[in-house]
């Protein structure tokens, strides 16, 4: 992790620890120079990246503000960090369905770049909500890159063990959203009939280096999904 990305880490964690509030002032940015002992270009780059996430907001004569302003139970579109990550004050519990190693489909080799060699985990898991059905997703990993996992960590949070437990560093995502009915199958895993209408998300995550790793399909129960999207700058 680069200097920079550490600082807005650090720096975004003492916003959460503290629960600092949408239009806090942060202290300014030679303190931020003297805290840290770094250049201020390193500073610079860090509250622009805490800018881009939408955790704070810079206004030029006046400071630094926090931004982050959450309604509770909602789920970030743009979050790189897995949804828990939102909803960490509430019970989040997974039913994992399915954990194997297997071969690629078509559709999994486009997305993870890989060829039909290359083994990928495989993994089938409801999510819920304090007792509630949020989700249920079909996960697919490169086995190259994600090179362990067991039915104790997709229990919990993948990402984190991704994070922690190998070390790997989780870049950038692209997401590809639809709208749908349910099938029976869908349905029942969700508790609900079919025909209801499902919010369907397709999800590839890179490492920083921009190599994918995770192809996902998650379909949320939409009587208790919500979501959140942070813009940054003008709409036109």
Known sequence: MLKYQQ???????YIQDHDLKQGYKLPVLEAFIAQYGVSKSTITK????????????????????VRRH??????????????????EDFQLTSKVIELNVVKPTQEVMDNLNIGPDHDVYYVKRVRYINGETLCFEESYYNKEIVTYLNKEIVSESIFQYIR??????????????HADQLSPEEAELLGL??????FCIESLFYLTNGQPFDFSKVTYNYKQSHFFIQVNGQLI
């Not at 860090?46 to 503000?65: A, M, P, T």
């Not at 790997?168 to 692209?174: C, M, P, Q």
């Open 7 to 13: 600082i807005a880490n650090e720096i975004e964690k």
């Open 46 to 65: 860090s509250l622009d990246l805490l800018e881009k996430k939408g955790v704070v907001f810079q206004v030029r004569g006046s400071g630094i503000f």
């Open 70 to 87: 959450k309604r509770e139970g909602y789920v970030s579109l743009l979050s790189n960090q897995g949804f828990k990550k939102d909803l």
């Open 164 to 177: 922690e437990g190998l070390g790997l560093k989780i870049g950038f995502s692209d997401l590809f959203l």
């Open 193 to 198: 009939e079919p025909g209801n209408p499902k």
